[in-house]
């Protein structure tokens, strides 16, 4: 059995937390909260931000899902391919701009819902994965980063191999826990 970990922001790094402002009307909403490639474009756009810590990070779940250019890097040298990347430039009064990445995984239907802990949303019918869950092995292939389908929890799952390269690193701003751990916000 494979070993998956979740990432994404770390609520509690306050040396690396950021604030965005208002996103850019032409990313769609719906396009990348339920993962819809189709309705992204990948010309650059940016977004002004302001900084609360004393690095940036380098993934922000929060309203709009970055990935810092240092996390693209990674994954694009581990092989990773089922990922679309849109350039964002983050800007701020102090003449600041840092180079991100809204960044849309493929969502996989591979939890075993029966040995995960989660909630079902009466309004919408998605799920919430609020504790522990189990992922099916055999859905996943050989992906080393996906988000699972069809749930309003903001994070990705990803491989050992992908979590030991981003420890290796010393990424930071980052949350990563391992599936039994999980406790969903």
Known sequence: MKKYYT????AW???????LGPVPAAID???YLFDEWQYINDQEEFIYFEKLGKEMPDIYTYN???VSARLKDILDDAGVNNVFYKPIYLYNDADETHQYYLMLVRPLNCVVWEKSKHTVSEFSGLKKIVGSFVINDREVGNYKIFKI???LNRFWVISEEIKEKIERAG???IKLLGLPEYYGL
Not at 13 to 19: A, C, Q, T, V, Y
């Open 149 to 151: 389908k069809d749930i």
């Open 64 to 66: 709009l899902p970055l």
């Open 13 to 19: 790094d306050r040396n690396s937390e950021i604030r």
């Open 7 to 10: 990432i994404e922001s770390n």
């Open 29 to 31: 909403k719906r396009a």
């Open 171 to 173: 990424l930071v701003g």
